[in-house]
């Protein structure tokens, strides 16, 4: 049976950093592109990053670019998301999601490309 499992989130002033983790087991971690997706409370989730299953290709949205890393240990099955310079606008629920690729491509964001999703961790930011 496969998990996902989310952790790391948190209360962090504007301004601030927060590190989430995803750890998936059940499948085989290195054949999967890994995302991380989010959802504001009366908004629909949106993408926030996709790396490909051997790191070397990531994409992110435009509204996090420059403050948010993601990245990944294959050896422990576990994607991370280093978000720098947080916004009150970036308050949400964030999930991470393995897609039925290794790769993640221009279309990253579509959710139906996701075959497996955790429960996720809410991050707050205080103005």
């Known amino acids: 049976q496969v998990q996902v499992v989310e952790s790391g989130g948190g209360l962090v002033q504007a301004r601030g950093s927060l590190r989430l983790s995803c750890t998936a087991s059940?499948?085989?971690?290195?054949?999967?592109?890994m995302g991380w997706f989010r959802q504001a409370p009366g908004k629909e989730r949106e993408g926030v990053s996709c790396?490909?299953?051997?790191?070397?290709?990531?994409y992110y949205a435009d509204s996090v670019k420059g403050r948010f890393t993601i990245s990944r240990d294959n050896a422990k099955n576990t994607l991370y998301l280093q978000m720098n310079s947080l916004k009150p606008e970036d308050t949400a629920m964030y999930c991470c999601?393995?897609?039925?690729?290794?790769?993640?491509?221009?279309?990253?964001?579509?959710?139906?490309?996701?075959?497996?999703w955790g429960q996720g961790t809410q991050v707050t930011v205080s103005s």
């Open positions: 790396m490909s299953w051997h790191g070397g290709t990531t």
């Open positions: 999601a393995a897609q039925a690729s290794e790769y993640c491509s221009g279309s990253w964001s579509l959710q139906h490309r996701y075959n497996y």
């Open positions: 059940g499948l085989t971690f290195d054949d999967y592109a």
